[in-house]
């Protein structure tokens, strides 16, 4: 069993920046594959960003390359997503997720789930 919580959403300004991260329990953390995805209002659930279980390999949505970055310590449990130049069509729920595939891409596909964090950009 893993929880997920994450936290560091908030409100910006487009072309602001928000560091968001996700706290995981058990001592199993480090079996895990974690994704990022999100929701906006009336949208369905998108696949954001990817790292293995060793951090060695990231995947990006094509919306987010060049400007989010994933990634992990194993050794406190938590992975990060930095998200950079952000934009209004950014706002969304961000979610974190764990699976023991990687990548998957696909919210049916992740065992655990945190119940989000808002981030909201302005124009």
């Known amino acids: 069993q893993v929880q997920l919580v994450e936290s560091g959403g908030g409100l910006v300004q487009a072309g602001g920046s928000l560091l968001l991260s996700c706290a995981a329990s058990g001592r199993t953390f480090s079996t895990y594959d974690m994704e990022w995805f999100r929701q906006a209002p009336g949208k369905e659930r998108e696949f954001v960003a990817a790292?293995?279980?060793?951090?060695?390999?990231?995947r990006y949505a094509d919306s987010v390359k060049g400007r989010f970055t994933i990634s992990r310590d194993n050794a406190k449990n938590l992975v990060y997503l930095q998200m950079n130049s952000l934009n209004p069509e950014d706002t969304a729920v961000y979610y974190c997720?764990?699976?023991?595939?990687?990548?998957?891409?696909?919210?049916?596909?992740?065992?655990?789930w945190g119940k989000g964090t808002l981030v909201t950009v302005s124009s």
């Open positions: 790292i293995s279980r060793n951090g060695g390999s990231t």
């Open positions: 997720a764990a699976t023991k595939s990687y990548p998957t891409f696909r919210p049916g596909a992740m065992d655990y």
